[in-house]
């Protein structure tokens, strides 16, 4: 059997882009994420032809450790291995801190920093087992620079840099690579919600003056999880056109 892997988020935007690199080279990965997802990893699979049997669906939600532990126990039951674990799912809900709530906080929180720890807990004890595991977690590049009105998200995505280091650390010597990749702005569904001038403002200040696309985000995902990639861990793989460096 190929690789086997869980990708969250990953019926859409950058995930939906991991996903199908992933099955296109032969991996079976599954796709963990919230009803809508659904739907949207069939309308995935569509676009895949031979690796559409490759991508398989998992409903749950990452901002609660025992669905995590569930998901990854199933997963584990059903295919004997989980080589991957590419911790992508996000969610944003930008205030300034003056307006920001203590709900909107802890969520962004939850799903952004929790989410990637119960993930990583969920599958580590496994590939501790194997001697073998790759993670990626997807961190960005407000979590170096801060940004107006995120906070939340930027003290999360800071935060998936710290537990990458560490968990990089503590698995090293069993054969486990840790790593983040941490985008720029991205041509995705959570960019496009932005305000217009927010994002004009972004594109203006990359060196690049564009947006990055999720396959220039995958590519990166997929040579950090390729077992060749053995001797990097514990690094921030940046994406953004040299919008910080
Ligand atoms: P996106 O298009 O909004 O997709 C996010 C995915 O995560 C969706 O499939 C979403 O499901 C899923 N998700 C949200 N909450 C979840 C939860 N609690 N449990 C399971 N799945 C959940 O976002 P994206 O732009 O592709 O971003 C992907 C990752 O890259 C995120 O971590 C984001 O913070 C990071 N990032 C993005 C950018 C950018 O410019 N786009 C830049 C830097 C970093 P639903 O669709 O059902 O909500």
Redesign the pocket.
Known sequence: MGRVGIV??G?????AAITSLLAEDGASVVV???P??RERTEALRASLNGAAKRVHFRE????HYDVCKGIADEVRAQYGQIDFLVN????TADHTIRNMTVEEWQAVLA??LS?PFFMTKAVLEHMVERNYGRIVN?S??VGHTGNFGQANYASAKAGVMGLTKTVALEVASRGITVNAVA????N????AAMPKAAVEAAIQKSPERRLGQ?EEVARVVRFLLDESSGYITGAVYDVNGGLYM
């Open positions: 969250t988020g019926a859409r935007g950058i995930g963990m994420g919230l809508p997802d749950g939600n990452v901002a992508n799912a996000g969610i799903v952004n989410g997807i960005s590049v985008p720029g702005f991205i995705t569904d959570m960019v999720p």
